[in-house]
């Protein structure tokens, strides 16, 4: 197993290092490879996601990434939209957003350390008294009483962007089946969260505070919480594949321009 890990990690370095000279630029659907990145003006995609017509990604497994695009595409249709439709019919919205909010509260250790990787001492700490309040005035989390009452945003922050504040780059972009786009460094990160994580179960860690005990609890947690957040965002998904003319550069290239965004902030 450790065998792995250095293998993947040494990977990861190669990767990284190679696409800062070797990136994907794509300009209104057509792609060129082998061009050093520019910077560009971000604009308008709900302000969020900025320019995603002009955009430099480095996209090796382009053919791999468009399948999984097309597999989650469906899987969303088909599968995760009926049954988010069904669920929000059965529980009220309210009941829906509280239970949005708890599982939220439960990410408060992966923000909490990465502000503190970040040296966002003063986000770290308002997380804490997020987590302290919401905790006991909310109920457990069911309701964000920090800020309805005392106007303490969430800073969610996770390992991915603490990789970027070191200046770690995105490296390949990779799209995962059911957890969707990525890159590399991001994919770094998600393992790194998950020791951490209270949602996670990672068999090497000993930390007393993790809920799910299997693999299987993982995943259905985790397809719990989708559905939950889906049927809060219902028509969402439709409305942002009208306005691409290709879903998968659209995906890509919106995730890219809002992690760099996250990322600088």
């Known amino acids: 197993m450790k065998l792995l890990k250095s293998i993947f990690i040494i990977a990861c370095i190669y990767s990284i290092s190679y696409a800062e000279n070797n990136v994907t630029v794509c300009e209104n659907g057509i792609c060129k490879d082998n061009i050093s990145p520019k910077d560009t ?11 995603t017509n002009k955009t430099s990604t480095y996209d090796p497994f382009e053919k791999y990434n468009r399948a999984v695009t097309n597999f989650n595409d469906k899987l969303y249709i088909h599968v995760m939209d009926p049954i988010a439709r069904g669920y929000s019919k059965l529980i009220p919205e309210g009941g829906r957003i509280a239970v949005g909010n708890f599982i939220n509260n439960l990410y408060f250790p992966v923000r909490f350390t990465n502000n503190l990787l970040q ?80 949602l996670s179960n990672t068999k090497e860690c000993s930390i007393k505070y993790k809920i799910p005990q299997t693999r299987l609890q993982e995943a259905g947690i985790y397809g719990y919480k989708q559905i939950n957040r889906t049927s809060l965002h219902l028509g969402e998904y439709e409305s942002l594949k009208k306005d691409a003319i290709d879903l998968y550069p659209f995906i890509r290239d919106a995730y890219s321009q809002r992690r760099t965004q996250q990322i600088k902030e």
């Open 119 to 198: 040296f966002k001492i003063k986000n770290a700490a308002k997380e804490t008294g997020r987590f302290i309040v919401n905790s006991t005035l909310g109920i457990g989390g069911f309701f964000d009483i920090a800020k309805r009452d005392f106007n303490w945003e969430e800073s969610d922050e996770d390992f991915g962007q603490t990789l970027g504040f070191y200046g770690i780059g995105a490296g390949p972009h990779i799209v995962w089946p059911i957890l969707g786009p990525s890159n590399l460094r991001d994919t770094l990160g998600m393992i790194g969260d998950s020791y951490v994580n209270a």
């Open 41 to 51: 003006n971000s604009s308008s995609f709900e302000k969020e996601f900025g320019d």
